[in-house]
């Protein structure tokens, strides 16, 4: 599976600001995904990253909080903007496998707004 | 909506006992069916994927999959305390959209 690094691994943030989170891998993949985890809860898809197109949101996301980028195969980031402490959760990415089901997740970013 | 249900537990188990997780889904159509692992402050990892009704075997652990029932399970024998975790169903419906339970806590006691 790839190796997926992601930084920073924890912040602590100022209400009203953003952060930007980033995500590499150490081999090309098509498809980028950026996901929430809420204390306490299972895993929410934010969005879906391709390179070279818009980012695919998912319902009660928007990319005007959540704006993502895809410059390349190897890279994405994802920025929480004007931030408020129901923003504090853990950012994970992950990508597919060879199989092209199965994901393989970052270490993620723990998010905490004050 | 897509759905996949697990029980929270915590399930406790004494250790060298077999551990039972459970899931179930709501999508009839989904293919793929995933175990991940998450210990506390971790990110999960994927320790089990099955495809086709049946168990599937790796190690200790085993998959089970019935499709006409909606449920997956998997089973983890001789449990040992560094099983003690957060397992989180997952399944995919297509387009590689994976739904996530909301995870079984088990600990297992020494």
């Known amino acids: 599976s790839a190796v997926i690094s992601q930084k920073p691994s924890r912040d602590i943030c100022q209400r009203g600001t953003s952060l930007t989170i980033q995500c590499q891998v150490d081999?090309?993949?098509?498809?980028m995904f950026w996901y929430r985890q809420q204390p306490g809860q299972s895993l929410t898809l934010i969005a879906t990253a391709n390179q070279g197109s818009e980012a695919t949101y998912e319902s009660g996301f928007v990319i005007d909080k959540f704006p993502i980028s895809r410059p390349n195969l190897t890279f994405s980031t994802l920025t929480v903007s004007n931030m408020s402490p129901e923003d504090s959760s853990i950012y994970l990415c992950s990508v597919g496998g060879q199989g092209g089901n199965e994901q393989f997740f970052g270490p993620g970013t723990r998010l905490t707004v004050l | 909506q897509k759905e996949v249900e697990q029980n929270s537990g915590p399930l406790s188990v004494p250790e060298g006992a077999i551990a039972s997780l459970n899931c179930t889904y709501s999508d009839r159509g989904s293919q793929s069916f995933f175990w991940y692992r998450q210990y506390s402050g971790k990110s999960p990892e994927l320790i089990m994927s099955?495809?086709?009704?049946g168990d599937k075997e790796d190690g200790r652990f085993t998959a089970q999959l019935n499709k006409a029932s909606q449920y997956v399970s998997l089973l983890i024998r001789d449990s040992q305390p560094s099983d003690s975790a957060t397992y989180l169903c997952a399944v995919n419906g297509g387009y590689q959209k994976v739904t996530f339970g909301t995870g079984t806590k088990l600990q297992v006691i020494p």
């Open positions: 081999s090309q993949v098509t498809m």
């Open positions: 099955i495809y086709s009704n």
